[in-house]
């Protein structure tokens, strides 16, 4: 398992992961409206490591814009 911090930036004008000095920067469109951006940096997430998106867990940050993934 792997643990991945990240910085996540709603609302942008599209999907992508960039890495910065303190781990993943995921920009996405979906706003943080109902876990909607949550989800949306999941699957970037995925599709960035190559697993498939059940297999991405959130484990800390579900309310702010600096996120814990695990990765199995």
Not at 35 to 57: K, W
């Amino acid at each position: 398992m792997t643990r991945v911090a990240v910085t996540v930036k709603p609302g942008s004008k599209g999907t992508s992961v960039e890495t910065n000095a303190g781990g993943l920067l995921i920009r996405v469109r979906e706003r943080a409206v109902e876990g909607a951006a949550n989800e949306a940096c999941l699957r970037a997430l995925a599709d960035h490591f190559g697993v498939a998106p059940s297999r991405v867990t959130l484990i800390r940050g579900a309310r702010s814009r600096t996120k814990l993934f695990e990765i199995d």
